[in-house]
């Protein structure tokens, strides 16, 4: 058997980052940037209002109080986008709107807040600083700056970033597409009436959504049955649209094994047992003429999902131009007793709940009461996996012990 760390170094030697594209601002969202984005520009571009108000000399103000305010007709009004390049001279002001630019000669804004808000001429009553509520150009950012770097995922934030400085399409390495597949004579379509024997279909969708959650474009092809020919001739099919083919089912030691089968044949996917439960089976390698990356993981849904956690997820944040990071982890407490099979680290579906940092850590870990591979229910309410090392065969209530959190849902 071999580890889990030497079985995620196989499958992360099969995949490279994409090759950049260039895409439009909006298609770029999810993506990780292949360029450094710099600015051709100072942002602010000019020097402008923060606020409405007026532009003024500040020392014509030296003296303004409440009590006492100070006078100045209003010779201008400078709306946002007036290209017009006004200036004041001192004694007099302009009427100033947030971001537009200040007028020659002017070095404060006095916000209205602080006038009469006339129109032809304004009461001041309080003596703004030098430069108050003016942004200065190239405050933010300095022409010829990078402003994102390689390897950024663009986000809300980041879109702003790359608007703001002008930018309407981006170099990134785009979206992994994903081709999921099942295989088992006994799946049917959800929808679908089941007879005896028969269960209704959920990896493919469960991988579909997790690698839609992972930042990938993933398809559902479905689920074929446990034939050869069927199976060959439906890969065949997904090569030209897939980035990387993810496959459950038929991977175990049974007589209708038919992934190992007929990948076996094709000599490059290698099929090895990884020391972890749930998970045992596992296979990874490339197919067809463009060696499409591959892996096949187990049949059972909850070995299924775990294998995508720790497996199929740093292979697509690799696809992406990501860092291959494994999940995070935290360290817990563990609110039950568990048990796991010797020489086999487990990874047991778990609730972990924050409880503040008086004493120790300070996550609490419940494992689900139903821990077997074909046991779904228990992960709905999962958010963490519980980590059982090799060497441990049982651990007591309160050990403390490593967690991996789940990516979060919103
Ligand atoms: P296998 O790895 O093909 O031997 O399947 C192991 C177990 O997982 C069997 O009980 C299958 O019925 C079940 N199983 C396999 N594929 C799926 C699937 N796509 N959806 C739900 N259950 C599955
Ligand atoms: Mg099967």
Request: charged share 20%; aromatic share 4%.
């Amino acid at each position: 058997m071999k580890t889990v760390e030497q079985h995620i170094s196989d499958v992360l030697r099969l995949v490279e980052p994409l090759p950049p594209i260039e895409l439009d601002l909006l298609r770029a969202h999810g993506s990780v940037l292949a360029e450094p984005v710099t600015s051709p520009v100072s942002l602010p571009g000019f020097d402008n209002s923060s606020m409405d108000g007026y532009a003024v000399v500040a020392a014509d103000l030296a003296g303004a109080a409440e009590d006492r305010p100070v006078r100045l007709p209003v010779v201008a009004d400078i709306p946002a986008g007036d290209a017009s390049a006004a200036a004041i001279r001192p004694g007099h002001c302009a009427r100033i709107m947030t971001g537009a630019p200040m007028p020659a000669g002017a070095d404060a804004v006095v916000p209205v807040e602080w006038t009469d808000g006339g129109q032809a001429e304004v009461l001041i009553g309080r003596a703004p600083a030098p430069g108050n509520a003016v942004r200065r150009a190239g405050e933010d950012v300095r022409e010829g700056t990078t402003v994102l770097e390689p390897g950024v995922r663009i986000g809300a934030a980041e879109m702003a970033v790359l608007a703001a400085v002008g930018r309407k399409a981006v170099r990134v390495h785009p979206r992994p597409r994903v081709v999921v597949l099942s295989t088992g004579a006994e799946l049917v379509e959800p929808g679908s009436p089941i007879g005896p024997g028969q269960i209704w279909e959920s990896n493919s969708y469960m991988l579909t959504a997790a690698a839609i959650d992972a930042g990938c474009a993933a398809y559902r092809h479905g689920f074929v049955g446990d034939e050869p020919e069927e199976v060959l001739s439906t890969l065949d099919d997904v090569l030209v649209q897939a980035d990387v083919i993810v496959t459950t089912g038929g991977v175990s030691m049974g007589a209708y094994d038919v992934v190992k089968e007929v990948l076996s044949g094709l000599g490059t996917v290698a099929f090895d047992k990884v020391a972890m439960q749930p998970g045992m089976p596992q296979g990874a390698g490339t197919v067809g003429p463009s060696r499409t990356p591959i892996l096949t993981l187990p049949g059972n849904p909850v070995s299924s999902f775990v294998s995508f956690q720790l497996f199929v997820r740093p292979a697509l944040r690799k696809l992406r131009g990501l860092v291959p990071a494994p999940l995070p982890t935290v360290h817990a407490r563990l609110a039950a007793a568990v048990r796991s099979p010797k020489g086999r680290r487990s990874y047991l579906r778990a609730v972990l709940a924050y409880d503040g940092l008086e004493g120790g850590p300070a996550y609490t870990a419940r494992p689900a009461v139903r821990q077997g591979s074909h046991q779904l229910s228990a992960l709905a309410e999962t958010n963490a996996l519980v980590v059982v090392p090799e060497d441990a065969t049982e651990l007591p209530s309160g050990a403390v012990v490593e967690v991996l959190r789940l990516p979060a849902r919103d």
